[in-house]
T-cell receptor, first 116, second 112 residues
Framework: NAGVTQTPKFRILKIGQSMTLQCTQDMNHNYMYWYRQDPGMGLKLIYY???????DKGEVPNGYNVSRSTTEDFPLRLELAAPSQTSVYFCASSYSADRGPEDTQYFGPGTRLTVL | DAKTTQPNSMESNEEEPVHLPCNHS???????IHWYRQLPSQGPEYVIH???SNVNNRMASLAIAEDRKSSTLILHRATLRDAAVYYC?????????????FGTGTRLKVLA
């Protein structure tokens, strides 16, 4: 299994540009998540999905959109990029989220985004 | 939100045990305590989790206080590869948003 894969690894955007960060998992996990990590800080949840066709906002959703058309894919869309969105973005997935042993999250390697 | 408090940084000598503390005084009765670590330039990876009893796995041990208001991650023999940021995490049960609450974690430095 490849686990959770993310593309691209690095990207530089100009203010006002848009882009999509790709995330794919091959573990047949129901739950998927997008986090951002600013320098020296912990991770903050942007959006999450509990299954295909179902998404919901996390702590910091403004400026982002997501979709979940398949179990495997959970792309994150940035519209009108701003310098405040400069961060490292991590995608994660888990089998469930019931606070038990099955809700271990598996993280991708991250996408480092710079907005200039 | 239930929150955790960890020291910003700790140091350990290679091959010695490391005890990483975490305070979570507002933990709810059904919250599991999760530990993840983040190696340099990588995504977080699962280390261990527990509810009430102490837990062991191949990576580490988790000691949970009887009142559950604190816990300690124990690395039995630190190696250079264990240098990472360690996060003690609780599930947010109130808002039902299925999220982990990441703090800033403890940066562990292992000295050769």
């Amino acid at each position: 299994n490849a686990g959770v894969t993310q593309t691209p690894k690095f990207r530089i955007l100009k203010i006002g540009q848009s882009m999509t960060l790709q995330c794919t998992q091959d573990m047949n996990h129901n739950y998927m998540y997008w986090y951002r990590q600013d320098p020296g800080m912990g991770l903050k949840l942007i959006y999450y999905s509990v299954g295909a066709g179902i998404t919901d906002k996390g702590e910091v959703p403004n400026g982002y959109n997501v979709s979940r058309s398949t179990t495997e894919d959970f792309p994150l869309r940035l519209e009108l990029a701003a310098p405040s969105q400069t961060s490292v973005y991590f995608c994660a997935s888990s089998y469930s989220a019931d606070r038990g042993p099955e809700d271990t999250q598996y993280f991708g390697p991250g996408t480092r985004l710079t907005v200039l | 939100d239930a929150k955790t408090t960890q020291p910003n940084s700790m140091e350990s000598n290679e091959e010695e045990p490391v005890h990483l503390p975490c305070n979570h005084s507002t933990i709810s009765g059904t919250d599991y305590i999760h530990w993840y670590r983040q190696l340099p330039s990588q995504g977080p990876e699962y280390v261990i989790h527990g509810l009430t009893s102490n837990v062991n796995n191949r990576m580490a041990s988790l000691a949970i206080a009887e009142d559950r208001k604190s816990s300690t991650l124990i690395l039995h023999r630190a190696t250079l590869r264990d240098a990472a940021v360690y996060y003690c995490i609780l599930r947010d049960t109130l808002a039902g948003t299925y999220k982990y609450i990441f703090g800033t974690g403890t940066r562990l430095k292992v000295l050769a």
